[in-house]
C-alpha cells in the first residue's frame, strides 16, 4: 500500500512539473499553486490515508512527502521569478519608468508672457550685443563722458582703453535699431545686462531687463500710459492702481517712474512694499531730442517713448518670491514649483 501512495505522490509531482513549465504569466502561475499548493490539493489528500500505515511506513511517507512539497515550492518560486522577469521586458501594459523632465525657467516664462503681452499690441522683438561700446551704452543715449549720470552705473569694463563693456542696460538694441530702420518703430528689446551690484536678497551683477520703445508721429505721454496701463492689468491680471511720478533719465525728457499698489497687500502696507502700499517697478519717459539726434531722426518731426524694467522683479512680485538669488541657484526644488 505505503508503494502505491507513494507512486501516487510522484505522478502528482511530474504532473505539476509538467504544467508549470507552459505557465507565462501570474495568473495561471496562481492557479497552479492553488491547484498543486493548496490546502485541497492531491497531495495533501494523500496524507489522509497515512494514519492508516505501521509506523515504519509512516515514516517513509511522511519524508517522501515533504521532499516532494519542497520540491514544488523551489518550482512554483523559481518559475514565479521567470514570469515576472518576462512580463517586465514584454509586458507594454507595464508601468513605464518616470522620466522626469525639465521646466521653462521662471525668468523665461516671465520674459516669454511679457513678449507675448506686448506683441499682441503690435510690438515685435529686437535683439542685440551684451558686450558693447561705449558710445552704443552710455553717449549715444545722450550720457556723454562729462555727464554726472554716468556715476550711476558700475560699469564692468572688459577694454577700458578701447571702451568695451559689459551692457548695464538693453538701451542700446533701441539706438542700433533707430540706425538702420526710419519710423514708425515699436520694439521691445529682452536681454542679460551687467552692473558691479553685490550679490544679496535684491541685487545681483547679472540680471534680466526688458526696454520698450515706440517712435512714430505725434507719439505723447498719454500713449506711453495706455500701453504701460494695459501691460500691467495683463500681466498681474488684476487691476491695480498706477502712479507716474516724475523722475531723471538722461535718454528721456519729461521722466518718470511707474509705481503700483502693492500685488501683495493689495495696497494696505506690507514689508514688501515699505508699508507705503505702492511697489516702484519700471522707468519710462519720452525720447530725449538728443538721442534722435544721434541717431539720425528730426525730432521736429517723430517723437516717441522708452521704458525699462527689470525681469526679475517682476517675477518675484508675480511668485512671490522673496530672495532674487534663488533665480540663479539652480535648486531643482524651486524649479519644480514653475
Known sequence: MVEEIIKKAE??????????????????????????LGRKSFLNQLCTDIPNL???????????????????IKLYED???????REIKYNLT?????FFTGNLHPITKVIDEIVDIFHRLGFGVAEGPEIETDFYNFTALNTPEEHPARDIWDTFYIDKKNNILLRTHTSPVQVRIMEKYLPPLRIIAPGKCFRRDSFDSSHSPMFHQIEGLMVDKNIKFTHLKGILTYFIYEFFKKEVKLIFSPSYFPFTEPSA???????????????TCG????????????????VFKNVG????????????????RLAMLKYGIDDIRHFFYNDIRFLNQF
Open 257 to 271: 517712474e511707474l509705481s503700483i499698489s502693492c500685488v501683495i497687500c493689495s495696497g494696505k502696507g506690507c514689508s
Open 54 to 72: 505501521s509506523k515504519e511506513e509512516k515514516i517513509i511517507c511522511g519524508s517522501k512527502f515533504n521532499e516532494l512539497k519542497k520540491n514544488l
Open 79 to 85: 518559475h514565479k521569478n521567470k514570469v515576472r522577469k
Open 11 to 36: 505522478n502528482f509531482f511530474e504532473e505539476g512539473k509538467k504544467e508549470i513549465e507552459n505557465i507565462t504569466d501570474e495568473e495561471l502561475l496562481e492557479k497552479w499553486r492553488i491547484k498543486f
Open 275 to 290: 508699508n507705503t502700499g505702492f511697489l516702484e517697478i519700471l522707468g519710462c519717459g519720452i525720447v530725449h531730442p538728443n
Open 94 to 98: 507595464f508601468p513605464g519608468r518616470r
Open 297 to 312: 531722426y528730426e525730432s521736429s518731426e517723430f517723437t516717441g517713448f522708452a521704458f525699462g524694467m527689470g525681469v526679475e
